[in-house]
């Protein structure tokens, strides 16, 4: 702003693609100026220059910016080349955005925070080096990947691989809680511990007693869930990640805990201080039995988590509730209520609309798809991740007696335009995004929670996604939500599935070793495999068939998995869980994709984050000619959102994160009504409800400072 | 109407007087209306209200640090400024404009403004409560009551609410809900498109969303009566209005002086003050004051300004200013009864040649 008249700032370019020019086009060429602007103005001036990599790498390790260990497993030479390969690329931002977020927050700086020491191409090698572990070739393939913006892996992994001072490369964490004063305070503890290296962490608060249950016997005694939700809140914003990510946290509760309405309440817009929520997200854990209750137009009923544990042994978020319904009803030895299942959901629907919660998790259908043995009870804080979990027991001075397993992931994402662009290598592609995402796994040991430490180190969790598909979607000129997205959508998906399986089954193969509960689980039954080999595969529209032979993409028969389930049998997956969709916020804009296999939020896109204040960004593949084919989430509304992700859902073993976009003014029947839809069609998970409202009539900004004309234009 | 407004129209405090066509103690029938207009602005007003409590303004405190001193110094201030104008306009002024009602219901929507005006005044207190300093917050409102040309706008402003002239007093709420309060939103949209202080933002973004629906309404009686009159009485209140927008404007001028010349500022608040000082003139439906050279506005401020709600915030670090209340509706049997089908079940494979 307090530059000279002649060359604009370039956030006042960037902020002009928000402003269409006397035409009524979007002015693409303002964001391209802003990115190149962007450089001269910021990112040449202060980087730091090094006359050639011996001198870069010995002043970072010096220096302690880059980890020394990145760096010992290679010989110089093919590091040197390693890099010369990556800058061959000539890769260049496509928009400001990405620049922009890239520079802000990702790439290495100085301790000051003044200038940069990276650019994206060190940033890609830095990462390959350090996950392929020595590997030259698995290092090469990384650096491929990502150069061609085929693979992204997400933002604590791109964030922290190879720097010295770094938090964890893996991002969500999920833990149980138990009804005891040990595991509650283990779990804070646990709390501060994860967020303070980094990503989010989920709670299931369902185990725990409710408000008025008693302790030792004496009756009216707990004081509920909310309190603990409370403590949370604060414990995530005490700790971030080195200060480069805010602490987030999740909780989800089921549907029958007796404490749902207080729970449901802490987001209320009129909310008392003392109960209001404000950062800690919210999950509602929804039952088959309370849809069918409702369904009926009856009553569902919340039972006493305490009394679940004593009468069954078990925790109630243990308890396949939908399976013994009638039976907890006709107990008289479990205290119980019940609110008009109808009247239940309209509160989740009034509540979404004015705070974007609760997420919903869909349990018994996710039960239903895992193919392993034990039972999941929730999800995290961005709803993909669906993993089994069993609980620690604790002594009295806080320390195990016995470690359980909770659940950490990490994830990566492949954008779909870039992989369809070398569609005959997609397996390849699949195989070394695994191997980059096993990688992590392999290199991750949180020693300060012992559960989790324990969880992956039995199961090497990971979480492939996708991104770019409404790009996808516009670029070839199928609209989104339409038949043929659809077809492309499930037969994507299942190649996807069937290379992962593939690749999992390889590094099984080369270790002899297999995740611990592969021998129980339905690949080694080989009943997985019934849903692929029970039909033939292919396209089922004249688009799609185009789009197969243009692409010259070769998707898996049903001979293939017939061969790909005897090799699973014979040699194990390494991974317990592969796939999950992740919302892709940061890395998309980086990697110029549409988010997560969302449609686009706007066709100009007004983002606001903490860090980088609100920037304009274009949806990626979007000219000022194919508009048409790049709906918004708004215009296509959520039924088109949930028939795509329903596409995917069957080949995804773990979630996807599912949100939904609504234009106001919205009644709660409308929300419902969704989700009624997406419960039939066997959503596993809803994440956030976002809200869009049109200007009042007469309050536009355009009435008072621009031509009619110009108004028309806006309406693009 | 939705009874979404039962729990809510306890937040209105505000005692105020009954309007002069309710003084029969007669019961507002919102099924018969005088004007259309009346009901969908009272819809939207409730379909947005908000507290600012849920806005997670503490996240902004890393970011609060990394400002010098001046800066902050400039922010406190500009803060306690709207927070003088939302005061008087809570009391007198939309409370005034209630009693001047055309129609039973124009009372009450002016009713629901003066408790929104009340939530407003109340936000900035906390975002000093959460980011500030008791002295530097003291220091501040030492400063509005003593700087001259905050307390000119606020009398000059009061004298027309306190007045004889209804059609005055329409023409003071305009300038004060769509000219005055712009230069203090300046800064905390300038400040968010700097990646600084962004949850204050998205509390001034709730705030210029309920300023844009208030000043468009009171323009738009303004206006409606406005037709009515007879042609001198309609000329007298026109020189009025420029001759009021421009003293307001004068002032104005010195009062960014005052605010923003440590920033550097000076020259892209006037700017954005001629874009708003139109605005408010096209609310009571007359012409521009200033020619287009001079609404050389900043894009990131020009682009921040919608009141649409299009910003796609990530809810790390915000809660966002998009939400709104939703309308209760219970599910009925037909919507429980869909039975969805995968529309590609049944379609044949195409062979691929």
Known sequence: MQLDKKTPHYLDLNAELNLPGPDGRIRFEKDHEAAKQYFLQDVNKNTVFFHNLREKIDYLIENKYWDPKTFEMYAFEDIKELFKRAYGVKFRFSSFMGAFKYYTSYTLKTFDGERYLERFEDRVCITALYLAQGDLQLATDIVDEMMSTRYQPATPTFLSAGKAQRGEMVSCFLLRMEDNMESIGRSINSALQLSKRGGGVAFNLTNLREEGAPIKHVENQCSGVQPIMKMFEDAFSYADQLGQRQGAGAAYLSIHHFDIETFLDTKRENADEKIRIKTLSLGVIVTDAAYHAMEAGDDVYQFSAYDIERVYGIPMGDLDITKHYQELINNPNIKKKRINGRVLLQTVGEIQPESGYPYIMNIDTVNRANPNPGWIGMSNLCTEILQTSTPSVFNEDGSYKVIGHDISCNLGSQNVVSMMKNAPNIGKSVEIATRALTSVSDMTSIESVPSIREGNKADHAIGLGVMNLAGFFGIEEMVYGDLESLDFTDLYFMTINYWSLKASCKIARERGVTYADFPRSKYASGEYFDYYTSREWGPRTEKVLELVKKYNWTIPSREDWIALAEEVKTYGLYNKYRLATAPTGSISYVNHSTSSAHPIAERIEVRKEGKTGRKYYPAPGLTNENAKFFPTAYETGPYAIIDVYAAATPHVDQGMSLTIFLEAPITTREVNQMQIYAWKRGIKTIYYLRVKQEALEGTEVETFGKSPAECEACAV | ?353
């Open chain 2, 1 to 353: 109407m939705s009874d979404n407004t039962n729990i809510l129209t306890l937040a209105i405090s505000n005692p105020v007087k009954p309007g002069k066509l309710l003084d029969r103690t007669k019961a507002i029938n919102w099924n018969i209306l005088e004007d259309q207009k009346d009901l969908d602005v009272w819809n939207r007003a409730w379909e947005n209200f908000w507290l600012p409590e849920k806005v997670p303004l503490s996240n902004d405190k890393p970011s609060w640090a990394t400002l010098k001193e001046h800066e902050r110094r400039t922010t406190i201030r500009v803060f306690t400024g709207l927070t003088l104008l939302d005061t008087i306009h809570a009391t007198i002024g939309a409370p005034s404009l209630a009693e001047d009602a055309q129609t039973p219901h124009e009372a009450h929507v002016f009713n629901q403004f003066a408790a929104m005006e009340s939530v407003h005044a109340r936000s900035y207190s906390s975002i000093f409560s959460t980011l500030c300093l008791t002295p530097e917050v003291d220091d501040a409102y030492r400063w509005s009551e003593e700087n001259p040309n905050l307390q000119m706008k606020a009398k000059l402003i009061v004298s027309l609410y306190d007045g004889a002239d209804d059609m005055k007093r329409k023409i003071a709420g305009v300038f004060l809900e769509s000219f005055l309060f712009y230069s203090g939103f300046f800064l905390p949209l300038y400040w968010s498109s700097r990646g600084k202080n962004t949850n204050s933002a998205d509390l001034i973004r709730l705030i210029i969303r309920d300023e844009s629906i208030h000043g468009m309404y009171t323009g738009y009686k303004f206006q409606r009566k406005w037709k009515t009159l007879g042609a001198e009485r309609q000329e007298e209140l026109r020189q009025f209005a420029y001759e009021m927008l421009y003293k307001l404007y004068e002032n104005e001028l010195k009062y960014t002086d005052d605010l923003y010349s440590e920033m550097g500022l000076v020259e892209d608040v006037k700017a954005f003050l001629h874009l708003n000082a139109n605005k408010a003139l096209f609310n009571l439906g007359f012409e521009p004051m200033f020619p287009k050279e001079m609404l050389n506005v900043n894009p990131t401020i020009m682009a921040s300004l919608f009141p649409g709600s299009d910003e796609n915030h990530d809810f790390f670090s915000g809660s966002g200013s998009s939400y709104v209340i939703a309308t209760k509706e219970l599910t009925t049997d037909e919507d429980w009864a869909i039975k969805p089908r995968n529309p590609l079940d049944g379609l044949p494979i195409l062979q691929i040649a």
